[in-house]
């Protein structure tokens, strides 16, 4: 890794250097990590929306179905059991799932620095310096990403900024998007094609994963 990686302006001009953290950007790749913490924040995101009914909740079955005896029939008690066509469901897949995981914090750290490392070397990390938009505006934001060359990108802001109009202004833009550098995640990082860093942002991620 080069000891300084160049830094562009929103106009695609370089305006200086930046000096990287190597226990952050020279880290080795840990694939098994990257796919642990892609799983969960996929699994996380999940929603339990499966709701399946067993009999006490299906309606009808209020009666019994037909005489005890003497019909050549299986006793039956009611309509709702899960025997019957239209009867409730046993064991099925319902809403109180919880699929919410967890990982320790070090090894969300570890697994965070390996991705920016892989996407540093393979030339997906672009870091330009810091700046303002006065006014939310897509059209304005849009033409950053265009200049630096950026088809489908995400950029990151620092989280103590106050940079709400860079988040708002990408909002309603298809292929991009801006985090904050508690909102990074790798899915995102892996799914762009590009990753813009303010300087700002770098500084804080940096003392962020040095910790």
């Given at each position: 890794m080069p000891e300084k990686i160049?830094?562009?302006?929103?106009?695609?001009?370089?305006?200086?250097?930046?000096?990287?953290?190597?226990?952050?950007?020279?880290?080795?790749?840990?694939?098994?990590?990257i796919k642990d913490f892609v799983l969960l924040t996929l699994?996380?995101?999940?929603?339990?929306?499966?709701?399946?009914?067993?009999?006490?909740?299906?309606?009808?079955?209020g009666i019994k179905p037909w005489k005890q005896k003497g019909t050549g029939r299986a006793r039956a008690g009611s309509i709702r059991s899960p025997l019957f066509k239209g009867g409730g469901t046993i064991f099925g897949p319902t809403s109180d799932k919880n699929f919410k995981?967890?990982?320790?914090?070090?090894?969300?750290?570890?697994?965070?620095?390996?991705?920016l490392s892989f996407l540093l070397k393979e030339g997906r990390l672009v870091f330009i310096e810091d700046f303002e938009l006065k006014n939310i505006k897509t059209k304005d934001m849009k033409s950053i990403f265009e200049k630096l060359n950026v088809?489908?990108?995400?950029?990151?802001?620092?989280?103590?900024?106050?940079?709400?109009?860079?988040?708002?202004?990408?909002?309603?833009?298809?292929?991009?998007?801006?985090?904050?550098?508690?909102e990074t995640s790798i899915v995102d990082l892996l799914k762009y094609e590009k990753t813009l860093i303010t300087l700002k942002a770098n500084e804080e991620?940096?003392?962020?994963l040095s910790i």
């Open positions: 160049e830094v562009l302006n929103k106009a695609n001009k370089k305006v200086g250097s930046v000096d990287l953290n190597d226990g952050v950007y020279n880290s080795p790749l840990k694939e098994s990590l699994s996380n995101k999940r929603l339990g929306l499966a709701s399946t009914k067993i009999r006490k909740f299906v309606s009808g079955g995981k967890d990982m320790p914090k070090k090894a969300r750290k570890a697994a965070l620095k390996s991705a088809e489908k990108g995400m950029i990151i802001i620092p989280a103590a900024g106050k940079d709400q109009n860079i988040i708002k202004s990408t909002r309603n833009l298809k292929n991009y998007k801006a985090v904050t550098t508690n991620l940096e003392r962020n």
